[in-house]
């Protein structure tokens, strides 16, 4: 047996209980779940069937490296299934979840100012530059 993370996106244009139903049949057909994180929805980098959003699911599982192949094609027929790929957990690798990386990044409301006035520094300085 080998740890994988997999990580889905689900279509957004779903209603919300059938994206819970959506889940939930993932979760069926992943089998031996260790851990998981529903992101819920997020904003994409680029559109992906003309969604600019995504429902996003994150699972570690412990399965088998010869079945990997056969849950990719069970994952691949799924229609409202936009993405999702699989990765195969080193021995040193962590399962993250999105609220605690994000948590690691959201600034204190003293940074928050802090780099407001910077911003603002910076801004009219460049205007004092444009006006010479």
Known sequence: MAKYEFVGLIDPTLPMDSIKEKVEEIKKIL????????IWFL???YPINKNDRAYFVSYL???????IEDLRKQMAILKWLM???FYKMGPKDKFLKFAEVNKKYELTEEEKAAEANRQAFQDADSVEKMNK
């Open 43 to 45: 904003d994409l980098v």
């Open 83 to 85: 993405r999702f790929f």
């Open 31 to 38: 089998g031996n779940i260790i851990d998981e994180d529903e």
């Open 61 to 67: 599982i412990d399965v088998e490296p010869s079945k």
